[in-house]
Each structure stands twice: as structure tokens, then as C-alpha cells.
């Protein structure tokens, strides 16, 4: 029965959109190219881009690949399907964003993509919706670049374009439709074709009007995914910059909601250029927020201003030599919260443009302990009452029941918001109050059951003062509590397989717990 209200509560905020294209793509398993209809060879146009981020490297030598921290030789043909390091890094196999690292060479990207052509019948993982978007963009770009026309090349792109328009990812929404949408965009461009243009304005009209809340974000509220998103909307403007061909509303509309988007970047990132690795975020995966910048800039897209976070739940504080981000929202993108963490009022902080207390990152997507433990809240610089997440995360993108924070103050100076769990019943209010050379948060549990606060530190040395109070990193701390102060080690993930060691606090209370960080 814990299982049957496991997945009610996880799949009762799904769309009827979802449910249904679940079903029909159900018995729509074939990933096979369709033919191609149109007759004789099909025209391109080569597409100008001057701007675009140049991607990582992850091709280092001949058939020798680095994604996500995990390196693999293929002795002879490359095996796209190739599945040991997970399916996330199968993905990167297939998404071909080498082809714009800075030293890989027009005959090698060339090779490459005929080789995946050769493996295509059986590559039913790149023939996935989401690696043809990635994957199609790379493409057009680079034989844009070097002016690459062959007929066995364009009919296969044709052609996954075809099967792309077929299998678009209504069964998930969210950022994979985006992806989806922004890929037929440039393809149309590209073949210009009306039919995956008229397609592509209907999902971006829709879906970026849906996905982007009010102060910017995009509604998943992962600041890595909202750069990718931002991105891949700068490269489709600069396209129809450059390459005019349709003439209607949607340039317009896409640089005012690029602007949008800009703006919340710039609100969340920190002065050193980092942004907050909340929810599903990692360093060394997509362009920085300073790389976004410069590209918007050159193609005439400018943050507006200096604006507020408010839907988008987080809050971000900067006082003296400090900078805070809190979350205190909700969850917004309720039908597609996979990159969710159980992180209801988490903070994370920088103190002269270094992190002092931090998030524990993310360095995996498969189904293990390592995840669970990832997107816990106890792995957030919370509290955990009688082990309750704040929300009922599980396997590794999924989400079942879910609390809602009520904001009862707000402003520069003091944020205050409150949670109620029903079973069992117990609230969690917590209080910060922001100086410009402290920081004091106040934690009140409505509760019999054990409260736990978690506070997770960047590398650095902590020495236990007295009973209640610690020094790390020549910071103090003090905590109001009578009961237990436990120092332990634990691993975050800046990155994807990287975990590194440093320390944290577990202060364990009754009732009220005072925390005040002397900065």
C-alpha cells in the first residue's frame, strides 16, 4: 500500500497531456527513420553564427571520450549505445556538442557523424526525441560553419527531424518540449520548412509564456538548466538575426523573454560568477553565466535591470561582505519536478566571493543511494524532523508528496516562512534575520519528534569551542541549544563522479534553535 500512495501522490499532478502521449508512446516504441518525401535532393541553407559558446571538450583523442568526468577509448567503432557509465552519459555520446569544442578539426567532426549515420538502424537511444534536438542543432551548426553539404548527411538529419516531429516529448513537458521546440526552430531555418516552423512557434509561444514565472525563472528552478535553456534561446535569436526568412511576431517575442531570463541570471549568480548549485546544478556542463552574458550582449540582448526574486522562491541577500541565496518557494513545475531537491528553506553562502557554506551538488542521475541522498533534505542547510523530507523525493526523478511554504515576512533585512507536515503532524518555521556583519536564523519545531539542523561547509577546518559554538574558516558560530553538536565528514559534487570530502554540523534541539554566524 506504501507503494499504490507512492505513485498516486507522484502521478496525480500530471497533465492529461502526459498521461496520454504516455500511453500512445507506449505502443510506439520504434525508433525508425521515416523517408524522406520530398523529391530529388534536399535543399539546405547554410545558417551564419558568430557568436555562439564554444562547447567543453569532451573528445580527446581518436574515439576517446570525456563526459561528466568518466573517460572511454572505443578500440574500432565507436559504440553509441555504450551504457557502463549510465544512460545520462550515453546521452552525451549522442548529443555530438564536441563538434564546437576549439580544437577539434573539420575531417574528425566529419568522420564522426558518418560513422553515427553507419549505426543508426540500431541506435535507438540517439534516436530518442531529446538527443536529436541536442544532437540536430550540433549538426546544422558545424556543417554551417564549414559549408558541409552531402546528400547522405542531410537526408539522415531530414530524416530525425521527421521522427523528432513525430515523437515530441508532450509525455514529459517542460524543458525537454523546450529543447524539442528550439531544435525544430533552427532546422526549419536550415531545410525551410514551414511544417517544423509553424510547429516550433506554437510550442515556444506556449511553452515559454508556461515555463517562465514572473521574476525570470524558468519553473524548474535548476539555475544550471535555466543557462542551458537561455542559451539555446540566444543561439535560435541570433539564427533569425542573421538568416531572415519568416516575418512575424516571434523574434520579438523571443528576445523579450531572453531578457526575462538574463535578468533572473543575473539576480541568482553570485559576484564571482558562480551560480548556486540548488536543485539539479553542476559546474562544467554548460556555458557560464558570464559566457551567456557576453554572448547576449553581442547580439544585442541586455539585462534591463536589477529585479527582485520573488516566484521563483528564491531569495538572495547581500549585506556587507556577504552574499546568501535561500529557497523558501514551492515547487512550481508540479507535472515535471524530476530535478527537485527536498530543499525548503536551504541557504547557501558566500563570504568575500568564496563559499563558506554550500550545497552537496549533484553527481549523478541513476537510481542509487548516492542520489536519494543528493536531493534529501538532509543534504541541504536545513532542518529534518524525524527523518521527513520536505518533500517525498524518490528514485531519481521523481517526487511524491509535497509540502507548501507559507511566506510570513519578507524583505531585505528579515525572511520568515513556515511548513506544516500532516503526518506526522509537525511544523518548521524558520527565521532569518540579516546584519550587515551577521547572520542570525532562528528555527522553531512544533514537534516531539527529533529536529536535526544540517549546516554543510566548503573545505575548511572547524574546531569546537565551548558547548556551543564552532570556528570554521576564522568564522564563529553559536548555537542556543542544550543538546548535541556533532562534527562529521561528508562528500559534495561540484561536478558530475566527483565527490570531495570536507566538514559539516548536525545540531541537534528541542523546540527553538538559534544559530547566529558571526561574519
Known sequence: MKKVFLYYHSLRYLKPIQIGYRVYYSFFKKHTLP?????????????????????????????????????????????????????????????????????????????????????????????????????????????????????????????????????????????????????????SYYFKDSKFYAKAYKILKRELSRQLLGDGAHFELSPMYHQILL????????????????????????????????????????????????????????????????????????????????????????????????????IQANYIPGHTHSDLFSFVLYINKNPFIIDTGISTYSINKRREFERSTEAHNTVKIKGLNSFQTWSSFRVGKRVIPI????????????????????????????????????DTVSSKHKAVAHFHFAPTSISKLKKNSIIANEKKITFSTNKCIENKRFKYAEEYNILKASEKIEVSFDSILKTEITI
Request: charge should be positive; charged fraction near 25%; proline fraction near 2%.
Open 35 to 187: 523517408r524522406v518525401n520530398k523529391r530529388g535532393n534536399l535543399e539546405i541553407n547554410f545558417l551564419k553564427t558568430t557568436h555562439a559558446i564554444p562547447a567543453y571538450s569532451t573528445y580527446t583523442d581518436k574515439n576517446t571520450f570525456c563526459f561528466l568526468n568518466k573517460k572511454k577509448e572505443f578500440k574500432g567503432d565507436i559504440d553509441w549505445l555504450y551504457n557502463e557509465f549510465g544512460k545520462l552519459w550515453t546521452y552525451n555520446l549522442n548529443y555530438f556538442d564536441f563538434l564546437h569544442q576549439k580544437n577539434l578539426k573539420k575531417e574528425e567532426g566529419l568522420t564522426l557523424i558518418n560513422q553515427f549515420i553507419e549505426k543508426t538502424p540500431i541506435n535507438n537511444v540517439g534516436l530518442e526525441a531529446y538527443p536529436i534536438s541536442l544532437r540536430g542543432i550540433n549538426w546544422i551548426l558545424f556543417l554551417s560553419k564549414y559549408e558541409i553539404s552531402t546528400q547522405s548527411i542531410n537526408t539522415s538529419l531530414y530524416q530525425q527531424y521527421e521522427l523528432l516531429f513525430k515523437k515530441l516529448e508532450y509525455h514529459l513537458l517542460g524543458n525537454h518540449l523546450l529543447e524539442n521546440a528550439y531544435s525544430l526552430l533552427i532546422a
Open 231 to 330: 542559451n539555446k534561446l540566444l543561439i535560435c535569436i541570433e539564427i533569425i538575426q542573421l538568416n531572415p526568412w519568416q516575418n512575424d511576431d516571434l523574434q520579438s517575442f523571443l528576445q523579450q523573454k531572453a531578457v526575462k531570463m538574463l535578468d533572473w541570471l543575473e539576480a541568482i549568480t553570485f559576484e564571482n560568477g558562480d551560480i548556486p548549485l540548488v536543485n539539479d546544478s553542476a559546474k562544467g556542463i554548460v556555458p557560464t553565466t558570464n559566457q551567456i552574458r557576453e554572448y547576449a550582449k553581442n547580439i544585442q540582448i541586455n539585462s534591463n535591470k536589477k529585479i527582485e526574486l520573488n516566484e521563483s522562491g528564491y531569495r538572495k541577500i547581500k549585506k556587507g561582505n556577504y552574499e546568501i541565496v535561500i529557497d523558501i518557494g514551492k
Open 407 to 442: 511566506i510570513i515576512k519578507d524583505n531585505e533585512n528579515e525572511v520568515v516562512a513556515e511548513i506544516n507536515y500532516k503526518k506526522p503532524k509537525a511544523s518548521h518555521r524558520r527565521h532569518f534575520k540579516f546584519n550587515d556583519n551577521s547572520i542570525i536564523i532562528e
